[in-house]
């Protein structure tokens, strides 16, 4: 098989997780390819998600590894077998690689956890609203592309409203909510869609008050994804250069006691609701 010009986000993960695995073993590529019968520079590509690698051989290496994580094993192993061509393949060649791989990542996310300060949550924004946010952020795109985001953007909401919805438990800052992108209407439609989805039951909201004292968070803005196991899990979180994928155990424990910490300073569920109920009567 031929190497991946473009690995997926997905696919590096597993490669990064392998090489995890073989340095815990303290092994060179070299000893490992030489184990599998392979060369070196394979070894390099499959763990950099370049080349595929089958079930088979990660249950192989993981018996070399002498790694006794069955779980673990299992799910690197689900991981090389799935071979799902989501409705965000449609947008390859379209789109930048990121939006596919988060649109992937939410895919195979057990629950979705976000924290969002400046704007509605991309899963909770109606099209006017996104179409604006867009249009403003990146006036150079041709207007066929920003309807390409849009309708992507739109798409991604399947997580939460399909036929198995995702536990997704948001935490919004009022600023986001009373912000205007554009103008009285599209933010009225704009929260009343948020209303509507919060009465399906699929999405879990918290507000954060502007006048809550504690929240110096600011800056905790984050998606974070479960995996199969919480060592398979993954956070994103917008950098200056770009959306960036954090997969190590260190930085993921800081940002679950981080999200844990803004929730504290959140409404409840039901005050939140009645709280962005008052927002329309304002509008």
Known sequence: MAPRIHPTARQMRLGAELRKLREAAGLKAREVAAFLNSTSVQMSQIEAGIAAVSAE???????????????????????????????????????????????????????????????????????????????YMRPELPESEVESRVEHRMRRRVVIEGANPKPYETIVHEFALKVRVADRQTSLTQLRWIL??????????RVIPIDQDGFAGAGASMMYMGGPLPLLDTCLRDTPTGTAFIDTEPQLAQLRTLFHKVKKATLDPLASRDFIHSLTKEL
């Open 57 to 135: 051989r990660i249950r192989r290496l993981a018996a070399h590894y002498a790694c006794a994580d069955e779980p673990l094993i299992n799910a690197l192993a689900a991981m090389s077998g799935d071979r799902t061509r989501g409705w965000w393949n449609d947008y390859r060649g379209v789109l930048p690689q990121v939006n596919l791989d988060v649109a992937e990542a939410e895919h195979h996310a057990a629950f979705l956890h976000e924290v969002v300060i400046t704007h509605v949550p991309g899963l909770l924004q109606t099209s006017d609203y996104a179409r604006t946010i867009f249009r």
């Open 196 to 205: 509507e989805q919060i009465e399906q039951g699929h999405t879990t909201l």
